[in-house]
Structure formats: C-alpha cells, structure tokens
C-alpha cells in the first residue's frame, strides 16, 4: 500500500514529521481523526463540537471564569454541577509553614507553564449552549442580553487551546504530591472532610481566541458585548442581522474548563 493511502486512515500517522512541524491545519485534521477513532464517529466537513472534544479529553466546563482560579482548587458536587467550596488542596497541605513554603508553591502554580494541548478547534453550537445552562458566554468575556433561543444560529468557535497542568516530575508537582501523601496520614480529620470526595482541578484548559457567530431577525432583541480587558476585539461582521466578532485574548487569562479528579484517587502521574 502507498504511504498517501495510509495517511488517509486516521490512526495512520507519518512519524517522519512530529506534531509541531504539522501545519496548525494538518495537526487540527489529525487530531479531529483521532477523536472520531476514539470515539467511534464520523466527522465530516465540520470541526469537532464542543460535546465531542469534552467526551473525548474527560473534561468539564468550569461554573464561572476567573483569572485566579487555580490548579487544585477544591470543588464539591451539589447533585447538579461543581462548585469552589473557595479552597485550594495547598492551604491544607502548606498551612503550617508560616506561609513562606504557601506562598512559594501558590507563585509556582500562578506561573505553570501553559503548553499545546493537542486538541483541534471546536465548536459550541447553540445547542450546546442551551444544555450548557447558558453560563458559557460568560465564560469568554461575552455578555449576551435576550433570549438565545431566538437567534437563527448562534456558536462560538474555540481556536488554539492550550493546557496547564502539574506533573510528578517538575515543581510545584513533586511538592504537592509528597505532602500530599503526608496529609493523608498525618491529618485524616482534615483529609476526608475537605479533600477526599470533593474533586480537585489537574488541569486547566485556555483559549487563545474564540470566534462568534450569531444570526437573528432583524429587530430581534438579542445582543453581544465584551468586556475589554486583555481582549483584542475584530469585527467580521457587525450589522442588525448577522454578526461575527473574534476575541483575541492576552496577559493574565482565565480558564474556561478543567479535568477534575476525586480528591481519593488524586495523582500527578
């Protein structure tokens, strides 16, 4: 078989060339035909949903976006959703030091190095926004005034994500992780009333910019605007029917999903 007959199968990569010598097209397509592989479906002539991708990553959208939530944060489930219980595992394991050793290790995680996450562009459709509970605009810095179920179609495209997370092998990890081990024993009370079945955050997710579409009849009373800060704002389109804005984010972002783990099964393996 030739070699561009194998490429045409998505679990047929040419190990020639790594992941960062793809053009960001050529990386979006390979790891969309990895998804559709893991997950058993068909993707064509469209980019991943947003479902799809948090299926495929085990991820979750965050409750609200801020730029100070950190890796390990504390959440606790309601019945519904998460929620911050406002505590972060370090307080718990740091709080004994004079806040010297908490107040380092909290620098370090302010500053984890944010990479790649090798997941493609993907979509919320206003679908997805509808099961979503409506909170995910807010999540990008968008305000949306009205009722999204009347817009003739609304999404908003992810472009460019990138990831944070601690590892076992790098600071502030291998900290974490060795007093951690020590908590569990030291301080039980503590450990299970605070950590063991609420969900600690081992990942935060980045978007380093997103694409809005929204489509509605003239006269509809539905509307965007965005908070400014740290957003680069292009207007595509901007007329009573059709608009289409793209927001470029920098400086001090905030996250918008994470991969939670239970506090009993914690690991930065």
């Known amino acids: 078989m030739e070699n561009n007959q194998l490429m045409t199968e998505p679990w047929a990569f040419d190990f020639d060339h790594t992941l960062t010598e793809l053009s960001a097209a050529d990386l979006d397509q390979h790891l969309t035909e990895l998804l559709a592989l893991d997950l058993g479906i068909h993707i064509f002539d469209r980019i991943p949903y947003a479902n799809e991708i948090f299926k495929w990553q085990d991820m979750a959208l965050l409750p609200h976006s801020s730029a100070d939530t950190l890796l390990c944060e504390i ?9 911050s219980t406002g505590n972060n595992l ?28 090798l997941i493609p562009d993907f979509e919320f459709t206003k679908e997805n926004m509808i099961d979503y ?26 472009n460019g994500l990138t990831k944070a997370r601690i590892t076992n092998i790098d600071s502030p990890g291998i900290e974490i992780l060795k007093s951690y081990s020590s908590l569990t024993r030291s301080k039980s009370k503590t450990y299970r009333r605070n950590i063991k079945f609420n969900y600690l955050i081992k990942s935060l997710f980045y978007a380093e910019s997103v694409e809005i579409y929204l489509e509605k009849e003239s006269g509809a009373d539905l509307n965007l605007s965005f908070q400014s800060q740290n957003i680069e704002i292009e207007a595509k389109a901007d007329t009573d029917t059709k608009k289409h804005f793209i927001l470029k984010y920098s400086g001090n972002q905030a996250p918008f999903a ?4 239970k506090g009993k099964d914690f690991d930065i393996m």
């Open 258 to 261: 994470a991969q939670f783990v």
């Open 90 to 117: 370090i307080g718990f394991l740091f709080s004994n030091d004079e806040n010297d050793e908490l107040n380092f290790i909290k620098n370090q995680l302010i500053h984890v190095e944010k990479h790649p996450a």
């Open 133 to 158: 509970g409506l909170s995910l605009p807010s999540l990008f810095n968008i305000n949306l005034q009205g009722n999204i179920n009347t817009a003739k179609n609304f999404s908003i495209r992810v």
């Open 75 to 83: 959440f606790e489930w309601n019945g519904r959703n998460l929620r």
